[in-house]
């Protein structure tokens, strides 16, 4: 009996909780057409009876590209949940629904951000994805609970460009002098490394808490700092004089879980 659902399954996060789910030996239904068609979207709720949690990674996650394509991302992000919690609704399901919002629903701060400041969106991506938080929490429903994680900078390995980190180290690997430009590399950001993540997803899963929650280090560093402790050490990094601040307060979260431990 299958009870958990995933979409977004070929994105990093997506790829890794699977294969966290594999490792606990935990079955799941892959949604794998297009989230922002209705139809495709009620086939693959009303063809899975049991499910009781859905873990809502399909995105257009990179800034870049949902500005390029804002149609597409409002699409994709936006309707695409919208149309899951109207087939949830529709089959009348009880449902834990996990989505992952961003860091980017919040202005830039020069302290760490709590769950409660002002949402004021540094990009398109992140009005999208702050209205499909205002999608998912109006959902009032009494057997419908979900957890919106607010998740700040992460890097992992495999993680493709236009992301910050391969998109650093692609432009180390081509430059044959020992110095590269990188636009507000003194700025600060809370970097946490992907797999650290899907743990804490995983975590949140398992004591099945709700609610709203900033995922972070927890830890302020400039992004300058963060190429030289993760990419190259000794490269030179020429920048702007630009400098801001997008740090959490994971207090919240870390009552609950423990989060800075993991």
């Known amino acids: 009996m299958i009870k958990i659902g995933i979409t977004g399954g070929t994105g990093l996060l997506g790829l890794l909780f699977k294969k966290k ?12 057409d297009d989230i922002s068609k209705r139809k495709k979207v009620a086939r693959w709720i009303s063809s899975n009876k049991n499910l009781e949690y859905i873990f809502h990674f399909a995105a257009i996650s990179s800034t870049k590209k949902a500005e390029s394509n804002k149609k597409k991302a409002k699409n994709v992000n936006v309707l695409g949940t919208e149309n899951l919690i109207r087939e949830i609704n529709k089959n009348k399901k009880k449902m834990w629904f996990f989505f992952p919002s961003t860091s980017h629903v919040y202005d830039f701060s020069k302290i760490p951000i709590k769950e409660n400041f002002k949402k004021k969106p540094i990009s398109f991506y992140g009005k ?5 938080e205002k999608k998912i929490i109006s959902n009032v429903r009494s057997n419908f609970s979900y957890f919106i994680a607010r998740i700040f900078s992460i890097y992992h390995k495999d993680q493709k460009k236009p992301f910050l980190y391969p998109s650093i180290k692609e432009k180390i690997k081509s430059n044959k002098k020992n110095e590269i430009f990188v ?3 003194n700025s600060f950001r809370d970097f946490l490394e992907a797999e650290k993540v899907v743990n804490i997803i995983y975590k949140v899963y398992k004591k099945k808490i709700t609610g709203v929650y900033n995922v972070g280090s927890g830890k ?3 992004i300058k700092k963060f190429i030289k402790k993760e990419i190259n050490s ?4 020429i920048s702007n004089d630009r400098i ?4 959490s307060n994971n207090n919240k979260l870390s009552r609950k879980i423990n989060a800075n431990k993991i």
């Open 244 to 247: 801001n601040s997008l740090v």
């Open 220 to 222: 302020s560093m400039s």
């Open 183 to 185: 636009e507000n590399a």
């Open 234 to 237: 000794r490269i030179k990094i």
């Open 21 to 32: 789910l594999k490792k606990k030996s935990l079955k799941f239904s892959e949604f794998k």
């Open 128 to 132: 999208t994805k702050l209205l499909a």
